[in-house]
């Protein structure tokens, strides 16, 4: 009972710590560090679940050979993880020679243990672990594991939120500052007389501020649209050139 509150303990601390991280790699790392301090683990994995493939795919790991971390695909169902994946609870493998499902990752290991990540009781990845040990997991084990994936989930669902929040304050901030560019021009267009100037004017303020890649200025000559000003279009539509 001491050993399980002092684990309980450990894996507040992980969730505590796990939840200040303000990128998903960085959380991942720290779910390794964790996971070997407070469990008794040869190697551990988190995989995430990639929906274009449907494929659970290794986003972080230790203990396994580089090539195995790099290259390892299940499909949900498939492999102890995908079992896990697919039935959405723990999954608890006492003896890997005897599991069929098994799928070798760590020479000499006896046991396996994997863990949904779940969110909004939709699973979206995997907490493994593979052992050498002589006695095997127990299910006080996988209570423990499970308990710590759930702050695994809730540090990945927190970091990915910050990184979008992160990109929407970006994409605004560079918003306002074109917004601010095209007042700023256009106060400065409005004291232009000469026509040329205007234009020239108002080009250059399209390649500062606006986010295309070509921009033709038209006026009118009578029935016809003439191209007074332009960027990134081919040589046939330069500037002269008549819309009729």
């Known amino acids: 009972m001491e050993a399980r ?11 505590t710590d796990l939840e200040v991280q303000d990128s998903v790699p960085n959380v991942l790392e720290k779910v390794l560090t964790w996971a070997a301090r407070i469990f008794d683990l040869d190697a ?12 659970l795919r ?12 790099a290259t390892f695909r299940t499909r949900p169902g498939e492999g102890v993880t995908g ?4 039935r959405g609870r723990p999954v ?5 020679q005897r599991e069929l499902a098994y799928i070798k990752g760590v020479e000499g290991a006896n046991c396996e243990m994997a863990v949904p990540l779940l969110v909004q009781g939709r699973p979206v990845g995997v907490l493994d672990a593979e052992a050498r040990r ?13 308990l710590f994936a759930s702050h695994v989930t809730s540090a990945v669902q927190n970091a990915r939120l910050l990184v979008r929040t992160r990109g929407d304050e970006a994409r605004l901030a560079m918003r306002a500052s074109d917004l601010g560019a095209l007042a700023e021009a256009g106060l400065r267009l409005a004291t232009f007389t000469d026509l040329e100037e205007l234009v020239q004017g108002v080009m250059a303020t399209a390649r500062k501020a606006l986010p295309f890649r070509s921009c033709a200025l038209l006026l009118a000559d009578g029935d016809d ?6 960027f990134g279009f081919d040589e046939g539509m330069g500037v002269g050139f008549r819309l009729g």
């Open 134 to 146: 002589t006695e095997p997991f127990t299910s006080d084990d996988i209570d423990l594991f499970e």
């Open 225 to 230: 649209l003439v191209v007074r000003g332009v």
């Open 44 to 55: 551990c994995a988190v995989l995430l679940h990639d929906e274009e493939s449907d494929t």
């Open 83 to 86: 079992l896990a994946f697919a």
């Open 58 to 69: 290794i986003a972080s790991s230790r203990g396994y050979r580089p090539e195995v971390a």
């Open 5 to 15: 509150m002092h684990n309980i303990r450990l894996i507040n601390a992980a969730g």
């Open 92 to 96: 608890l493998v006492r003896d890997v």
